[in-house]
């Protein structure tokens, strides 16, 4: 039974009627619901009814002692958090050491100064506190990541089960692939969880929390996109959307990254007054994502990297310029690099202990497939050893076009 209420509860365990007065009356009068026991055996007995948050305990005791009953807590899983300060006139190291093997968190020398117990009750009730909110807050990652984990499962079975045709089959292939930037994201911002956490700062564990909502989000739309593409014409797919504001919100996602928030040096151009055009969302993130992740993968050995975001139109076309300072495509790589499997990186299985990016070859190859739809296109530049420009070529009367063909 825990305490139902602000209040801290103190056992205190002694055989010293007068050091239990004393106490009590000192820690009461602080406002701490206090409970006392003068042998080990009918402390462990009291704590199964009402759970204290800090225990006291006397060394020196009959039957039990103070070490054997603080063994006695800590093998059980339902008192092991309960922080146990011994009370003792012992002061022989092997005595402190041995009270702390056991689970002790601290000491107090008998006869005990009234203020030092108040400050070292007050300190390790800090740290318990701090340490049941580090938990919670694992906890509450964990079943996010569990619920995704079980959400992709579960559509990644309606996918296949919907399968048609081999397009299809070959989409579940860059689903996989697509699914790294978003997971990506989790992962990341699982870390900066983990180091936040530590300091307890609620405003930045909650923004953490945001991220991985957000990635959680683009893997529902990814495979809710995915799952339906095989029963849904290509202009029942069409929204009126602005790219810009597409592109607004996945940089935001993208802050996760920490190469791409804190090494990468970003110009971000985004075109006024950029119409609207019928685009799919999820198709455009994905294409961003893995534009994005390429460019910085190209950098990776760069000291000074340095990537370029551009919106821009004409009056037939709109444009997104993704263009990156890294290594460069040699000529005869160019025409290679939009088709299935092929890669520059080095397979992931070669380089499983190294954090030089991999590749799949997926990436390029489902950015064409993702295009197909808009009626778009995709162009690249690059200059070995100078950078890479890729140019996504979206045009502005595609969904008159796609009523055309219908």
Same mark, same amino acid.
């Not at 807590?73 to 093997?101: H, M, W, Y």
């Not at 002790?104 to 740290?127: A, F, N, S």
């Not at 791409?260 to 970003?266: L, Q, S, W």
């Not at 390029?364 to 162009?379: A, D, V």
């Given at each position: 039974?825990?305490?139902?209420?602000?209040?801290?509860?103190?056992?205190?365990?002694?055989?010293?009627?007068?050091?239990?007065?004393?106490?009590?009356?000192?820690?009461?009068?602080?406002?701490?619901?206090?409970?006392?026991?003068?042998?080990?055996?009918?402390?462990?007995?009291?704590?199964?009814?009402?759970?204290?948050?800090?225990?006291?305990?006397?060394?020196?005791?009959?039957?039990?002692?103070?070490?054997?009953?603080?063994?006695?807590?800590?093998?059980?899983?339902?008192?092991?958090?309960?922080?146990?300060?011994?009370?003792?006139?012992?002061?022989?190291?092997?005595?402190?050491?041995?009270?702390?093997?056991?689970?002790?968190?601290?000491?107090?020398?008998?006869?005990?100064?009234?203020?030092?117990?108040?400050?070292?009750?007050?300190?390790?009730?800090?740290? @318990?506190?701090?340490?049941? #909110?580090?938990?919670?807050?694992?906890?509450? =990652?964990?079943? !996010?990541? &569990?619920?995704?984990? $079980? *959400?992709?499962?579960?559509?990644?079975?309606?996918?296949?089960?919907?399968?048609?045709?081999?397009?299809?089959?070959?989409?579940?292939?860059?689903?996989?692939?697509?699914?790294?930037?978003?997971?990506?994201?989790?992962?990341?911002?699982?870390?900066?969880?983990?180091?936040?956490?530590?300091?307890?700062?609620?405003?930045?564990?909650?923004?953490?929390?945001?991220?991985?909502?957000?990635?959680?989000?683009?893997?529902?739309?990814?495979?809710?996109?995915?799952?339906?593409? @095989?029963?849904?014409?290509? #202009?029942?797919?069409?929204?009126?959307?602005? =790219?810009?504001? !597409?592109? &607004?919100?996945?940089? $935001? *996602?993208?802050?996760?990254?920490?190469?791409?928030?804190?090494?990468?040096?970003?110009?971000?151009?985004?075109?006024?007054?950029?119409?609207?055009?019928?685009?799919?969302?999820?198709?455009?993130?994905?294409?961003?994502?893995?534009?994005?992740?390429?460019?910085?993968?190209?950098?990776?050995?760069?000291?000074?990297?340095?990537?370029?975001?551009?919106?821009?139109?004409?009056?037939?076309?709109?444009?997104?310029?993704?263009?990156?300072?890294?290594?460069?495509?040699?000529?005869?790589?160019?025409?290679?690099?939009?088709?299935?499997?092929?890669?520059?990186?080095?397979?992931?299985?070669?380089?499983?202990?190294?954090?030089?990016?991999?590749?799949?070859?997926?990436?390029?190859?489902?950015?064409?497939?993702?295009?197909?739809?808009?009626?778009?296109?995709?162009?690249?530049?690059?200059?070995?050893?100078?950078?890479?420009?890729?140019?996504?070529?979206?045009?502005?009367?595609?969904?008159?076009?796609?009523?055309?063909?219908?």
């Amino acid at each position: 039974m825990n305490n139902t209420n602000n209040q801290k509860i103190i056992l205190i365990v002694d055989d010293n009627p007068a050091n239990l007065g004393t106490l009590f009356k000192f820690l009461t009068d602080l406002n701490f619901k206090v409970l006392v026991a003068t042998d080990g055996e009918s402390a462990i007995e009291q704590i199964n009814y009402l759970r204290p948050d800090i225990v006291l305990l006397d060394v020196m005791m009959p039957g039990i002692d103070g070490f054997e009953t603080c063994r006695r807590l800590k093998i059980n899983p339902d008192t092991i958090d309960i922080p146990v300060i011994f009370l003792t006139a012992l002061s022989e190291t092997v005595d402190k050491v041995r009270g702390f093997s056991l689970g002790g968190v601290d000491y107090i020398t008998k006869p005990v100064q009234y203020e030092e117990v108040l400050v070292r009750v007050k300190t390790h009730l800090t740290i @318990s506190d701090l340490q049941q #909110q580090l938990k919670q807050k694992n906890n509450e =990652l964990s079943d !996010i990541n &569990q619920h995704l984990e $079980k *959400l992709v499962e579960v559509k990644t079975k309606e996918l296949i089960t919907q399968e048609k045709s081999a397009m299809i089959g070959r989409l579940t292939q860059g689903m996989v692939h697509n699914l790294r930037n978003p997971l990506q994201t989790i992962l990341l911002s699982s870390t900066l969880i983990q180091a936040e956490a530590e300091d307890i700062e609620q405003e930045s564990i909650l923004e953490d929390i945001q991220y991985i909502q957000m990635a959680g989000k683009r893997i529902q739309e990814m495979l809710d996109n995915l799952s339906h593409r @095989s029963t849904m014409d290509k #202009q029942e797919q069409l929204q009126l959307l602005d =790219l810009n504001q !597409i592109i &607004q919100e996945e940089i $935001k *996602l993208l802050g996760a990254n920490y190469q791409f928030k804190h090494k990468a040096k970003k110009e971000i151009v985004l075109a006024e007054d950029l119409p609207e055009i019928g685009l799919i969302y999820t198709n455009i993130s994905q294409i961003f994502h893995n534009l994005i992740n390429n460019a910085l993968d190209a950098m990776w050995h760069n000291t000074d990297q340095k990537m370029a975001i551009i919106t821009r139109q004409d009056e037939n076309y709109v444009y997104l310029d993704v263009k990156d300072s890294g290594c460069g495509i040699a000529p005869e790589e160019i025409s290679k690099i939009f088709e299935i499997f092929y890669t520059s990186k080095p397979a992931k299985e070669i380089n499983k202990q190294s954090e030089e990016p991999t590749g799949t070859g997926l990436g390029l190859f489902t950015c064409i497939e993702l295009l197909k739809p808009l009626g778009g296109e995709m162009k690249v530049e690059s200059k070995v050893g100078e950078g890479t420009t890729f140019t996504v070529v979206l045009p502005k009367n595609n969904t008159d076009t796609l009523l055309a063909d219908n």
